[in-house]
Structures are given as structure tokens and as C-alpha cells.
């Protein structure tokens, strides 16, 4: 699944012109709620808001584990990454979840360079 970003602006005022490049096509790497979890320009995995992007690719990778929430919400991830807790636990270096994460981002993601971009894209 890749989107462009569009409008950096989302709803809740968070501005993410100082993570991805307007324009920017990205791969998405999972789904939360109404958030998309890419990588920004510098390379973490972080949600942003999926108003501000265009759809570019639907199709969803096929090794995506689905699952909703008590309200309907949908949460779509790679095995192990829907797992509570992940992604805080990167975010605070933990260095074995980030050798997990990198492992397993080139394994599943193989055209996405560092920064979440696909491969040709700006």
C-alpha cells in the first residue's frame, strides 16, 4: 500500500512538513485506527494522520495481520508489530526491538529505502 502526502497540515493542527516531503510517495507499514504508519524522512516508524494523503496503491501486503478494536477500528501490521507496546519500545531504543524492526523491514518492505520512501520516488 503506498500514498502520497498531500496536505502536511492534519486536523489536529500537528504539522508534518518537518518529517515527510510534500509529494513524497511512501510505502505504508501499517494501519491504526485512522493513522498510517510510515517511515518519516529520517527513518522511524511513526503514525500520521491518513487525511493528508492520497492513495496511490491499495493493495495491501499480503502478510498483514488484521484485527479490530472494541469500536471497529482496524489494525493492520506485519506479524509481531501489532503487538501493544512495539513501537513504544522502539521509539525507546530498545536495541533489540530495533534490530527486530530493521530485519524484518527489509525482509517485508525490500523496496523501501531508510527514509520510507519507495525506491524512485523524489
Same mark, same amino acid.
Given at each position: 500500500m503506498r500514498v502520497v502526502l498531500r496536505n502536511p497540515l492534519a486536523s489536529d493542527g500537528?504539522?508534518?512538513r518537518h518529517s515527510l516531503t510534500v509529494g513524497g510517495e511512501y510505502e505504508?507499514?501499517?494501519i491504526e485506527c485512522d493513522s498510517l504508519r510510515l517511515l518519516t524522512d529520517s527513518g522511524e516508524p511513526v503514525l500520521f494522520?491518513?487525511?493528508?494523503? &492520497?492513495?496511490?496503491?491499495s493493495s495491501e501486503p499480503p502478510f498483514w495481520l488484521? $484485527?479490530?478494536?472494541?469500536?471497529? &477500528?482496524?489494525y493492520a501490521y506485519p506479524p509481531g508489530w501489532g503487538v501493544p507496546g512495539f513501537f &513504544?519500545?522502539?521509539?525507546d531504543g530498545l536495541a533489540v526491538i530495533r534490530e527486530v524492526f530493521a530485519e524484518q523491514l527489509a $525482509?517485508?518492505?525490500p523496496g523501501v529505502a531508510r527514509s520510507?520512501?519507495?525506491?524512485?520516488?523524489?
Open positions: 500537528r504539522n508534518f505504508v507499514l501499517g494522520d491518513a487525511d493528508c494523503f &492520497e492513495l496511490v496503491d488484521s $484485527a479490530f478494536g472494541d469500536k471497529g &477500528e482496524r &513504544e519500545a522502539w521509539h $525482509a517485508w518492505y520510507g520512501r519507495t525506491n524512485g520516488s523524489g
